[in-house]
């Protein structure tokens, strides 16, 4: 559940790029979206531009080949991206989207251009993950090919200048360098635990930063902080291999407090330094960072391994390294 509401949040991104689309006050009416979900091509491969009702214009030409995408589970997903446009003034009013699985099914979505009415958003979220709870990673993909396609770096320069008219909730930001309870260890046998689970004397895996080799040590004490409003970081990392639009695509959600360390590909980062763009090592391969958020995780106690070797260990899949070398 946690990998849908990050991609949701990640998914609200990229959208906000279509600014350029609502050139004028004539935005996207709730009607114009119900309408919308009833325009479809006949023949995706052929019809890049169609017009219906003689009213408005599907248009991929500005997009397009499909994008194709295979997930962990090695399904191949297909993604199209038309411009929907109202005739009259030529006025690009939003994104119609067709996603067809690999038996042909097609799920499609309209997403609205920046300046429709707030309902019209929340109607579009609400269609898209009830797809999602049909049609598994459905808002996941979705979001990585809307974030490459319509500028995701983008979004993020307009969206930090802007105000939601939204106070974020204060937390606490200290010298503690832990995680949540909720995270996953990656252990000896190869099974996981949560990581408010772990014990001293258990053996997890370590993976050495030079050489890549993962080898066994045993956990000498597990830190339990006070229960606070901590401050958490929270990454999206994202693995997508393959070139051009065919791309398997694999993904993972870190959260710690933003001073704990991570190996990335330029050395060792604190979790809060990390950027967009920032490649990120795993057992599994590199991941890139796609998203990153910081805000109060609510009050918890938060968790941190001391080893007696090694000079990492494994937390959802990532590596990160032991906030004291000299433990």
């Known amino acids: 559940m946690k990998h849908i509401v990050m991609a949701l949040c990640l998914l609200a991104g990229p959208v906000f790029t279509v600014l350029a689309q609502d050139t004028t006050s004539k935005a996207l009416t709730m009607a114009e979206y119900e309408k919308a979900k009833n325009f479809s091509p006949a023949d995706l491969d052929k019809d ?30 297909r993604i199209d991206l038309y411009k929907l446009i109202r005739k009259e003034g030529r006025i690009e009013i939003g994104t119609v989207i067709f996603y067809t699985t690999e038996t042909g099914h097609r799920y499609m979505a309209c997403l609205p251009g920046f300046r429709a009415d707030g309902k019209i958003w929340e109607k579009y979220f609400e269609d898209i993950h009830a797809i999602d709870k049909v049609e598994k990673n459905f808002v996941l993909k979705l979001s990585y090919v809307l974030s490459k396609e319509l500028g995701f770096q983008l979004y993020r320069a307009g969206a930090a200048g802007g105000s939601s008219g939204r106070e974020r909730e204060a937390g606490t930001y200290g010298n503690d360098i832990c995680f949540p309870g909720n995270t996953v260890v990656t252990m000896a046998d190869g099974k996981t635990r949560l990581l408010s689970d772990v014990r001293a004397g258990d053996a997890i895996v370590t993976v050495d930063p030079v050489t890549s080799q993962a080898t066994t040590v045993t956990v000498k004490e597990l830190t339990v902080h006070d229960a606070k409003n901590y401050v958490i970081t929270r990454v999206l990392l994202v693995c997508a291999l393959g070139e051009g639009r065919e791309i398997r695509l694999s993904s993972r959600i870190l959260q710690a407090t933003p001073n704990h360390p991570i190996l990335t590909a330029e050395g060792e980062k604190k979790m809060g330094e990390l950027s967009v763009g920032d490649k990120v090592t795993s057992p599994e391969g590199t991941f890139t960072v796609w998203n990153k958020e910081e805000s109060a995780g609510g009050v918890q106690k938060v968790y941190n391994i001391v080893a007696a070797g090694g000079s990492t260990y494994i937390m959802d899949g990532v590596t990160v390294l032991q906030k004291s070398l000299k433990n």
């Not at 994008?67 to 191949?76: A, H, N, R, S, V």
């Open 48 to 77: 890049s531009y169609v017009k219906f009702e003689n009213t408005y214009i599907l248009d991929r030409n500005d997009f397009g080949k499909p994008y194709f995408i295979t997930g962990d589970d090695g399904l191949k997903k």
